[in-house]
């Protein structure tokens, strides 16, 4: 998989199961909380920065788990779990940058929300812009990132923070 431009759904679930390049190495969700089909683009130099960028998507239908609990009765996908999404995919440019260690989201800066994603939706398009990938002396992605519902950008996030850990940074409490 090193190099790789692009993910499918399958490629996404193993990583979800055994880690992007084996055991012991960062591993997405695996469902229900993966929150996208697939990877269509990936790379260490586009991106606003110049510094990298992912877009993944997710393929909305009326029964996906989300919709029936969060609200009944008025079918939303939590907001956090949009956000989510967004730290998912920092943590998988950073294992996919060849970096070790286990994903942790670490914060944001500024989030905000002005739509929804409800059943009606077909598409949600999630974009990151790499804004820096630290080394030393800790693993740290930061990045900018976007949602998209249809094509009408709904979420945009600031200064997005996932670290790499190793078990020992773990078990220590990071």
Not at 50 to 63: Q, R, S
Not at 74 to 81: A, E, F, N, Y
Not at 147 to 153: G, V
Request: aromatic share 10%.
């Amino acid at each position: 998989m090193p190099g790789k431009s692009s993910y499918t759904r399958e490629e996404l679930l193993d990583c979800g199961y055994h880690g992007l390049r084996g055991a012991g190495t960062a591993q997405l969700p695996v469902p229900p909380m993966l929150m996208f089909d697939r990877v269509t683009r990936i790379n260490d130099e586009g991106g606003a920065y110049g510094k990298g960028e992912i877009v993944a998507e997710l393929d909305v239908h009326p029964d996906l788990w989300f919709f029936e609990c969060h609200f009944p009765g008025d079918p939303v996908m939590p907001g956090s779990l949009g956000v989510d999404a967004l730290w998912q995919l920092i943590g998988f440019f950073l294992t996919w940058a060849d970096l070790p260690g286990r994903g942790r989201a670490l914060g944001a800066k500024e989030v905000k929300f002005s739509g929804q994603v409800t059943p009606d939706v077909s598409r949600v398009r999630y974009e990151i812009d790499m804004r820096r990938t630290m080394r030393r002396p800790m693993i740290l992605g930061i990045g900018d990132g976007r949602l998209f519902a249809d094509d009408r950008e709904i979420y945009t996030a600031k200064d997005l923070r996932v670290g790499l850990f190793t078990d020992e940074q773990l078990a220590a409490g990071m």
